[in-house]
């Protein structure tokens, strides 16, 4: 992120995440209409073609309800990330993809695992923990929104669920994390005002210079230097309230 600019607003933000999660519509859409079936292509554990389903599983989904599912997240997760992190985005997400699809072919059960519930998880673990790591106000509350929405996610990665892929879930949890900790951000630091120098004078200061040694007002000439004579203090009184 850029210190003197932070944050600032892009197409990439809303186009590259709108981009993906279409994507995945349409390779749905695809196995609907032509009568395909591309689960073979998700990851199979510990088997040579199962390799595979690394670059191919996160477009690939079971059903509608899965795909829906998967796609709000997807969309607010990646386009957080595209607005904060903007020079880590593209590194999070393709070597999340890469990393979290390895992490489900060594540990996971012998069955396809697909659908993009890895890079989510990722995307979730890195906004989570960068957040808090960076110490800086605006991450941190992005933080506490992402663990609003999707806290609940976090007990997903036990195998609370039948035929659902915890273990893609817990390795996109560990390399999200993982890439919180490892990849570097140009954090924007706060800004400094006049008076946080350490060369900082207040007898300079024209701010200070409106008022005199007990703190009252005074109205200067500003056509010449102030003197004594031009000068007018202003003293505040207030009346207590009769009783």
């Excluded at 979730?124 to 609003?148: D, Q």
Aim: one cysteine or more; a negative charge.
């Amino acid at each position: 992120m850029n210190s003197q600019q932070p944050f600032r607003f892009s197409t990439g933000v809303i186009g590259y995440p709108i981009a993906f999660v279409l994507v995945i519509w349409i390779v749905y859409w695809i196995e609907l209409r032509f009568g395909y079936r591309l689960n073979d292509f998700g990851v199979y554990p510990r088997t040579l073609s199962g390799l595979k389903g690394i670059i191919f599983s996160p477009f690939i989904h079971g059903s509608l309800e899965h795909l829906y599912h998967n796609s709000t997240p997807l969309l607010l997760l990646s386009m957080g990330l595209f607005y904060f992190y903007r020079p880590l985005a593209w590194n999070v997400i393709l070597y999340g993809i890469l990393l979290s699809g390895l992490c489900t072919w060594i540990i996971g059960s012998s069955a396809y695992h697909i659908g993009a519930s890895g890079l989510i998880y990722v995307l979730m673990s890195f906004t989570l923990f960068k957040g808090i790591f960076s110490k800086h106000f605006r991450l941190i509350a992005l933080s506490f929104v992402v663990i609003f929405l999707y806290g609940s996610m976090l007990w997903y990665v036990f195998p609370v669920k039948e035929n659902m892929s915890w273990e893609g879930h817990l390795s996109g949890l560990f390399v999200g994390l993982v890439f919180a900790i490892i990849f570097r951000a140009d954090i924007p630091k706060p800004p400094k005002y006049a008076w946080e120098a350490s060369n900082y004078d207040e007898t300079e200061d024209p701010f200070l210079q409106q008022f005199d040694a007990e703190g009252n007002f005074i109205e200067l000439d500003t056509e010449k230097e102030p003197t004594a004579d031009s000068a007018k203090a202003f003293h505040y009184t207030y009346k207590e309230k009769d009783v």
